[in-house]
Every structure is written in structure tokens, then in C-alpha cells.
């Protein structure tokens, strides 16, 4: 079953994803189909049954507290669209109201 | 005599170690394959420059009485997932270059990491020549190489159809004989079903294995890098000058690693192969299913037990993956904002940052993986998350276990790599879910976390409608087990006794 206009948009939003309007109607039915199919998952029993956030790793290795070399500032800002100021330029952004 | 670019991983580097062939000649060699192999459309990036200047100081050393390393002039080919200093890295996506309307990340100012991936700088170590990147589905998400964000990949063998995915790139680049060597990675088949669609061995060591620092994330529980070759013992080669513990990457293995060349010496009498059922019940080409039954009885002449094995689970793997693929790709994914590197799309004077982000995203991604973080964002969401993404890690419990009760009485799994052999352009790409099920046999191996790879066996038969195309075995061993599973495809090569056949040359 299809996806709502409005659950894809709610989707969308959450992911930072802006879309045409076809790509809301087709992302509304392939979505659709796919959580069809996924669905099959609710056949299985799995009480009880633990879930695997990872398949290797049970605790997180750590290492030495010592100061190791990172990146360069010149290189990091390299690549980046715009920078100011010896940092990364971005649009201003305002507190959620 | 056999051409240089022709001869096995271990003798080419052979060559060059002795002086008998230049680094700087087994470049331009490749370099002249690659531009005559062009309208395949493998690769994203060649490092003409680069590559010549190494293999010069290569040849340099080599004359001044230097020992050369293992890969010692073999030209390679690595995925452009795969983060190359200073040379463009796209991981087939526009959101990595600075336009998107250039025809290929050189003329669109592609993104150029500061660093090495740790496998690319580990084959550098080995004294490779890393010539080229190659093409890919976008953010490693397909199955076909078709969600390129440049243009697709094609089948050396037809080029009416499609290599596989997602690393198709690197698939042709081999199988075309442009490269001796190549490096994929594999989430839930990419690097075993593009191998098994081109006739090439392609290798997704255990997770865990291989570093994957550098390379750009799809989803980090599952991702791996690994080999492809035209041969296992030059997979095996490459695969060892890339395996270990990295400091670099914490989900990496402490294992020591085992001795991959040698391994492949080893005859596999007294191996129990294990054959599990549901990867060949209903969906399985008939071409494919007689090959590899084929296949596994060579190998039971060849002094291996068989056994069939239940793992009731495996049909699963489609929904399974596709809910926490998905979920650890949109996390991951969410670094590509426009702010840092890459393409930012800002509006006029009044935008804010949420509305650049939207922006850039929803100009730089491509429609597949738009799809997939939006999967990935609903079954992460409050209200599903529970219902999705939780009741998916379970199954994928089940799903390991499978492996774990299989694996208690055979050494290695035999099975399709891909129920159909390549598909055309085209055919499954207007149906996502269709493209999906291309992966219903690699998807358990990535989920479990245990090695698994692909080696060629043979074709399919010529037709009317239709030329040879190539079937792969995939073989599967415990985590930890690369050394088991080379075994027993090197021994499959030898009960094949001629080598795999290559794609027939246009004319």
C-alpha cells in the first residue's frame, strides 16, 4: 500500500531531502511496495531473541590517551564551498521558535 | 609470450621485481587498455600522471637494488568509494563534485580526499600501481552500476547488459584485461555478484577483515573492501597486502592473518561443503542451478564431502537488509550537507541553512539513494522504530545463527552468487524491489558477517537471443575462514583445469 503525500513529506523533512512533486508521488509508491515486502518480517517469532546491532564488535576498544597528529586546518578547509574566517561558512540559522 | 597485462597477479609483479618487464611499460600498457576499453564505461577517473611518475620511481628503485613489494608494478583499479589522495573520489555521486552537470567527475571538480584509504595506501605499500578509479552505483546502492551519477557501466561480455553492482566498475576493469587488479566493496553482494555477472574472482573477506578507513560509508555494520581478480590466487594476493588489524578503523579484527597464497596450494580433500536448499528453489535460472550443482559434484571428485544444509532464514535477507542497510545509510548519508566538501546548492541571500541542506541534497543525491535514506529515516522514526528496525536486527540474529548451526558441520557453504546471470539495461531499473531480489543470495553472508566470495565456472549457453554469459560459485566460510573458502575455490580451479574463459573481443 502506498505511502500518504504526507508521510513522505514528514519523511523528507527528517532527512533533509527536498523533492519534486513527482518525486513525492513516486517515492509514495515505491516506498509503498517496499514496506509490503519488508513486512514479512512480522512472521517471524522472535521473542526472546536478542538483537544484533553488530556482528563483531561486542565492546569498544579504546586506546592510549596520548595526542596523536590530525589533519591539517589547510587541508580541511580545502575542499570546503566557502570558508571565513578560518572556518566553515555556512547560512545563519535560527533558533527553532 | 603471454602479454604482461594478461599474466596472473603474482607472476606480472614476478617480472617486475626482476627487471625482466619495466613498472613504467605495464603502465602504458594498461593505460592504452583502458582508453581502448573506454565505451565501457569502468572507469570515473584515470591517474595518468600519477600512475606514471610511481612507476618510474618504482623502476628507479628497482635499479638501484631495491626490493620490490608483492604487487610490485600490477596496475589496480579501485573503487571510487575508495578515498585516493589527492585524485578525485566520487563514490558515483554528484553530491562529491562541485557541478552537477559535468559529464564525469573530471570536468565537474570532483571532490579530492586528504589522505589514503587504508587499503589503497596498503596496496601503494605492496608497491602497486593504483592507475584508476572506477565506476560505481552511487553511495555503493545497486545492484547494476545503472545508479552511477555519471552514466552506467557495461557487461564486457554484452554490452547490452548490465556488469552488476555496485562495484561494476571495478568488475569490467578486470574482466576487460584493462587491470590485473581491483578493489570493490560489498555490503550485501557488490562486490560477489558484479564478479559473478563479469566472470572475474571477487572476494567480501569476513567483517572486520579489512580497514575500511577511507572508505566513504554506505552502512558500517556491513561494508567491506575486498579483492577482485581474474584468478583466486591473485584475489588471494591482493586480499593479503590489504587484510589486518588498522588502528585506523576500531571494528577491525585483531586476528592474525592467515597466509591467503598458500592456502590456495592447499589440496581440499576431506572439506565438507555444505549445500543449503533455499538457494535453489523457485527463482533460480535453470543454466545457473546445472552449473553449480556442476560445480559442487567436481569438487566431491575431488575428494570433498557433501551435505545438504537447512537454513530456513535465507529468503528474509531482502527485507532484513533493506530495513538496516537502509537505517545505517541514512546516518551515515547525513554527512553530505554542503557544508564541509562537495556540492552546495545555496539559494538567494534570505536562505537559511536547513533550506541549503534540502537543497544540496535533493540536487546531489540520485533517486535510488534518496529512496534509500528515506526507507532507512520511516523505519527509524518514532512510532516504527520498534516495528522495523529492532524486529530487523532480531531476524538478523536468526539469520547468523542459520550460519552458526551451518557451520557446525561443514567447513564451507556452496551456492549460487546470483539466481540469473547479467540482465539488461534497463530491465529491472523502474522497479526497485525487482533490482532488490538481484541480491537474494549475498545479502545472508553480509548479514551474518562471514567470508564469502565468488569464482567463475563457466557460461551460459549461446542463443538465439541471447550471447554467453558468465555463472559464478559462491562460496562461503566461517568469519575468520578466508584461508577455508580460497582453498576450495582454488581447488574448483583446478578441477576446472582450463582457465576461466574471457570475454570474446569485439571485432
Known sequence: MALTKEQVLHVARLANLSLTDEEVHQAAEDLGKILDHVAQLQELDTDGVPATAHVRVSEMPLRADVAVPGLATSAVLAESPRISAGGFAVPKFMDEE | MTEPLDLPVGELAHLVQTGAVSALEVAQLSLARIERSAALGAFLHVAEEQVMQAARHLDERRSRGETLGA???????????????????????????RQPDGTCPDDSGAWRPPYDATCVARLRGADALIIAKTNMDEFAMGSSNENSGFFPAKNPWDPQRVPGGSSGGSAVAVASGAVVGALGSDTGGSIRQPAAFCGVVGVKPSYGRVSRYGLLAFASSLDQVGPMARDVRGAARLLQAIAGHDALDSTTSQDPVGDYEQACDEDA?????????????????????EATDTAIAALQTRGCTLRELDMPHTHYGVSTYYVLATAEAASNLSRYDGVRFGLRVEGDSGQDIHSMYSATRGSGFGSEVKRRIMLGTYALSAGYYDAYYVKAQRVRTLMRRDFDRAFETVDVIAAPSSPTPAFKLGERSRDPLSMYMADVYTLPASLAGVAALSVPIGTTRPSEGRKPLPIGLQLMAPAGSERTMLRAAAEWERARGTPAPIPPVEA
Not at chain 2, 608494478?73 to 554528484?94: E, F, H, M, Q, W
Not at chain 2, 580433500?269 to 538457494?279: C, D, F, I, S, T
Open chain 2, 71 to 97: 604487487l610490485a608494478g600490477v596496475p589496480i583499479a579501485v573503487k571510487d568509494a575508495l578515498c585516493t589522495l589527492d585524485a578525485p573520489t566520487t563514490a558515483g555521486s554528484r553530491i562529491l563534485t
Open chain 2, 269 to 289: 580433500r576431506g572439506l565438507r561443503v555444505g549445500v543449503p536448499r533455499q538457494y535453489f528453489e523457485a527463482g533460480i535460472d535453470d543454466e545457473i542451478r
